[in-house]
């Protein structure tokens, strides 16, 4: 699968997919503990619709999500849907994953929506996150303009189009609906609040001085050279045995010549 980076994504980890990857589920989220979890009725309660039985992965919150107009700034009268969907994943633990859709109108390029869309579906798990939802729990995807409900010809289709889905995509550890669910859209890594926090607010690197240079001008340290002890005159003895040492041959010889030279002949011997 080609993976690759979308312009204008403005995460460390941003994870394009592509239309035609064989299958891109995500790793298991932790299935909660079994005193926490509860059998899933056939339909929830009517402010958060959701039919587990049927192939419907949606689920239908009343009213709408809204952004500031060409940015992931969520507005203030989207914190009713926010607040109700935050209470049925408060209520039904047994839902470990969630996606989040977001989905623009045609008005601007596809690099520009898809890239929009992905902000925005991921201002939303961040709100979630900061009120106590898992990071792993939600999933950041932007679909652009590729999946509308309307015509983009009127004003009325366009505002349909730009929209926010909520979608179950994993029940008490295993996937739920199809495997191809992330196709063709831009999925951003949803960090946690501690992250974010570290990210905005890095922690400064202090580096240590070095200290003050002083100046030595054009000082000349004197310097005593090491005098080593000679070596003791090293004897060798003569052959012979008895003799004076073989270093000594030379100075006896000089005593007996003393001013002669050498050793005189005796008077009257031959040649």
């Known amino acids: 699968m080609d993976v690759h980076r979308k312009t204008g994504a403005p995460l460390v980890a941003t994870l394009a997919v592509i239309a035609g990857c064989s299958d891109n589920r995500l790793p298991p989220n932790p299935v909660p503990n079994p005193e926490v979890r509860r059998e899933i009725p056939a339909w929830f309660d009517p402010s ?58 045609s008005r601007a ?31 950041a ?49 949803v960090l946690s609040a501690e992250e974010r926090a570290r990210l905005k607010n890095p922690e400064k690197v202090v580096f240590k001085r070095p200290p003050p240079y002083v100046a030595t001008g054009d000082e000349i340290n004197e310097v005593k050279p090491t005098v080593k002890p000679q070596n003791e005159q090293q004897v060798i003895q003569a052959p012979g045995g008895d003799g004076p040492p073989a270093g000594d041959a030379g100075k006896a010889g000089d005593k007996g010549g003393g001013k002669g030279g050498g050793t005189a002949a005796p008077a009257g011997s031959g040649s």
């Open 48 to 105: 958060a619709k959701w039919n587990p039985n049927g192939g419907d992965t949606r689920i239908y919150i009343e009213g709408k999500v809204v952004f500031e107009t060409d940015r992931a700034v969520l507005k203030p009268e989207s914190e009713k849907v926010l607040e109700t969907l935050l209470k049925f994943l408060q209520d039904h633990p047994e839902i470990t994953r969630v996606r989040v859709e977001g989905h623009t109108d």
């Open 109 to 139: 390029s596809d690099e520009h929506n898809d890239a929009l869309s992905a902000r925005r579906s991921l201002a939303v798990c961040d709100w979630l996150v900061d009120r106590g939802i898992d990071h792993l729990r939600v999933v």
């Open 141 to 189: 995807v932007g679909f652009g303009e590729k999946k509308p409900m309307a015509p983009n010809d009127t004003a009325a289709g366009r505002s349909d189009n730009r929209r926010t889905e909520f979608h179950v995509m994993e029940v008490n550890g295993r996937p739920f609906g199809p495997a191809t669910a992330l196709n063709g859209g831009t999925v951003l890594t």
